[in-house]
């Protein structure tokens, strides 16, 4: 069955610098969400998207942005990197209105050095 | 403001036996939903078993299955027989019901569970 696909799996970037993360939802999932997991820490939510609009915003900071597609695809803008941005970073999606719960993404790793 | 709390940052458990891993949140809704979801070290978030907390009746997945007590605020997660591909990081999750907003997720902090040979 087809999963959620991160890209890049890796990524190595300078402080100051700009990243781009992608994420393509499950066919048919119009939901998308962003975590962000630092070392040895539990997942923080960071954005969500509905339909193309964005449904909800959690921790993240002024310098990163994000938006939704539309085909559904999703992409988290991170500008001005600092070294406490590296992380792994989730996306996950879901079909709006289930309660099954999210199906994650493999993540992208950051490395800010 | 919902919480989650794992009180347990590492477990052990022999190869074949069973382990409990515990998990309290608080809320004053009525209407949210539980998850376990398992990391193992390839950092791939897995989910294990999901409970709707306007259900009685304890979730159960093959090996895995929760104690929740609504009243008491406590979803554990029950696996037996364990096996040495259980070994993983565990997250327990909560969310409101769709409903009632988004869906995101609050995470507890993990118990890292390693199972012996």
């Known amino acids: 069955a087809a999963g959620v696909i991160q890209s890049p799996r890796h990524l190595i970037k300078e402080k100051r610098e700009t990243a781009t993360l992608k994420c393509y939802p499950i066919?048919?999932?119009?939901?998308v969400y962003w975590y962000q997991q630092g070392p040895g820490q539990d997942p923080q939510f960071l954005i969500s998207?509905?339909?193309?609009?964005?449904?909800d915003k959690g921790s993240i900071p002024d310098r990163f942005s994000a938006q939704q597609f539309s085909d559904y695809h999703s992409e988290l803008n991170m500008s001005s990197l600092e070294l406490g941005d590296s992380a792994l970073y989730f996306c996950?999606?879901?079909?709006?209105?289930?309660?099954?719960?999210?199906?994650f993404g493999s993540g992208t790793r950051l490395t800010v050095v | 403001a919902q919480t989650v709390t794992q009180s347990q940052p590492e477990m052990s458990v022999q190869e074949a036996e069973t382990v409990t891993l515990s998990c309290t949140y608080d809320?004053?809704?009525?209407?949210?939903?539980l998850f376990w979801y398992k990391q193992p070290p390839s950092r791939q978030m897995i989910l294990v078993i999901r409970?709707?907390?306007?259900?009685?009746q304890n979730a159960t997945e093959n090996r895995f299955s929760v104690n929740f007590q609504k009243a008491a605020k406590s979803f554990s997660l029950k696996i037996s027989d364990s096996q040495l591909g259980d070994t993983a990081m565990y997250f327990c999750?909560?969310?409101?019901?769709?409903?009632?907003?988004?869906?995101?997720?609050?995470f507890g902090t993990g118990t890292r569970l390693k199972v012996l040979a």
């Open positions: 996950a999606s879901r079909r709006g209105g289930e309660n099954y719960g999210y199906t």
């Open positions: 066919p048919r999932h119009d939901t």
């Open positions: 998207f509905y339909e193309k609009m964005q449904s």
């Open positions: 809320t004053s809704e009525n209407n949210y939903y």
């Open positions: 409970q709707e907390a306007y259900k009685q």
């Open positions: 999750a909560f969310t409101l019901g769709v409903t009632s907003g988004t869906y995101k997720y609050i």
